[in-house]
């Protein structure tokens, strides 16, 4: 099992930038992807960004592409979600998410999940 936590999260103007950090503690020496997630009040959560476990290969949603970056430092167990130009739009909790095998858009395919960090981004 790998046990995440989310850290990073507050409150931000329109156009700043956050970084979020995931940390994972547990079965970490066994190749496992990682991704970030949202979820805004009263919507569904949503996929934000996912990285392989070499780092090689991202992928990110529409919404984010270009302003977002997720990186790994594998000998700390981190992994990182750089927001830019955030926009009110951003604001949700976010989630990282880790699965054992190559990386994933999909919600329900990811076996681990932190608590959720919250993100505000103010007009």
């Known amino acids: 099992q790998v046990q995440l936590v989310e850290s990073g999260g507050g409150l931000v103007q329109a156009g700043g930038s956050l970084r979020l950090s995931c940390a994972a503690s547990?079965?970490?020496?066994?190749?496992?992807?990682v991704g970030w997630f949202r979820q805004a009040p009263g919507k569904e959560r949503e996929f934000v960004a996912t990285?392989?476990?070499?780092?090689?290969?991202?992928d990110y949603a529409p919404s984010v592409k270009g302003r977002f970056t997720i990186s790994r430092d594998n000998a700390k167990n981190m992994v990182y979600l750089q927001m830019n130009s955030l926009k009110p739009e951003d604001t949700a909790v976010y989630y990282c998410?880790?699965?054992?095998?190559?990386?994933?858009?999909?919600?329900?395919?990811?076996?681990?999940w932190g608590q959720g960090t919250q993100v505000t981004v103010s007009p």
């Open positions: 998410a880790a699965r054992y095998t190559r990386l994933s858009v999909t919600i329900l395919t990811y076996d681990y």
């Open positions: 547990g079965r970490t020496s066994s190749a496992y992807a």
């Open positions: 990285i392989n476990w070499s780092g090689s290969s991202t």
